[in-house]
């Protein structure tokens, strides 16, 4: 999960983070809140573990998204590689140098990964594993399946990155027509609370 984030984070710096909430959070309740340390401890370790994982999540989430916008034009760019009469291997390393990041660092993660003694599946089945997001799973299992059955590669490739667009629009399309539900559900949800505050501002 940190590897997913795109930055240098260690486990060691993360758990560092996690004690230094957990401490700073339970002394701030105890001492500022007035709060005994029976409460003050749990809250400590709720709001140390869970904040760092949340903001965790959040940067992960904003990085997967940028990724598969992004990733369409990263097979394009492969199938005119590809057309041109560049291997592969080839076409990958000139996405990681021409596409901006998070894609280009993906694709030269796979390209150093080749070059220094990984097999080529071994090198994808690495970036599918770090990436975990299914448009990357399944561009992995077209070369996989290419490989070993043969093909036009580059045509394979084009219905992919068709297909990757489609479910693309059909999601921002499913997120535009829940938007209205969703702002409903919201504003039902708050009312017992606002009220519950208004009245005992009144």
Same mark, same amino acid.
């Given at each position: 999960?940190?590897?997913?984030?795109?930055?240098?984070?260690?486990?060691?710096?993360? !758990?560092? $983070?996690?004690?230094?909430?957990?401490?700073?959070?339970?002394?701030?309740?105890?001492?500022?809140?007035?709060?005994? @340390?029976?409460?003050?401890?749990?809250?400590?370790?709720?709001?140390? !573990?869970?904040?760092?994982?949340?903001?965790?999540?959040?940067?992960?989430? #904003?990085? *997967?998204?940028?990724?598969?916008?992004?990733?369409?034009?990263?097979?394009? @760019?492969?199938?005119?590689?590809?057309?041109?009469?560049?291997?592969?291997?080839?076409?990958?390393? %000139?996405?990681?140098?021409?596409? $901006?990041?998070? $894609?280009?660092?993906?694709?030269?993660?796979?390209?150093?990964? $080749?070059?220094?003694?990984?097999?080529?599946?071994?090198?994808?089945?690495?970036?599918?594993?770090?990436?975990? %997001?299914?448009?990357?799973?399944?561009? !992995?299992?077209? @070369?996989?399946?290419?490989?070993? %059955?043969?093909?036009?590669?580059?045509?394979?490739?084009?219905?992919?990155?068709?297909?990757? #667009? #489609?479910?693309?629009? *059909?999601?921002?399309?499913?997120?535009?027509?829940?938007?209205?539900?969703?702002?409903?559900?919201?504003?039902?949800?708050?009312?017992?609370?606002?009220?519950?505050?208004?009245?005992?501002? !009144?």
């Amino acid at each position: 999960r940190l590897m997913r984030t795109g930055r240098s984070f260690t486990v060691a710096q993360y !758990v560092l $983070v996690m004690l230094f909430l957990i401490a700073l959070m339970t002394l701030a309740c105890h001492f500022l809140l007035g709060w005994s @340390l029976l409460v003050s401890v749990p809250i400590g370790i709720c709001i140390g !573990v869970g904040l760092p994982h949340l903001i965790l999540n959040s940067m992960i989430a #904003r990085r *997967m998204k940028a990724f598969t916008a992004l990733f369409p034009e990263a097979i394009d @760019l492969m199938v005119r590689g590809l057309k041109s009469g560049l291997p592969i291997t080839e076409s990958i390393a %000139t996405v990681g140098q021409e596409l $901006v990041d998070p $894609v280009g660092v993906e694709f030269r993660r796979i390209d150093q990964g $080749v070059k220094f003694g990984q097999s080529f599946e071994e090198a994808l089945w690495a970036a599918a594993k770090r990436l975990s %997001t299914a448009e990357f799973k399944f561009f !992995v299992i077209s @070369l996989s399946v290419q490989r070993e %059955t043969g093909g036009n590669l580059a045509e394979t490739l084009e219905n992919l990155s068709d297909i990757l #667009r #489609r479910r693309r629009q *059909m999601r921002l399309k499913v997120k535009a027509m829940s938007s209205e539900a969703k702002a409903s559900a919201y504003i039902i949800g708050s009312l017992p609370f606002v009220m519950f505050a208004i009245l005992m501002l !009144v």
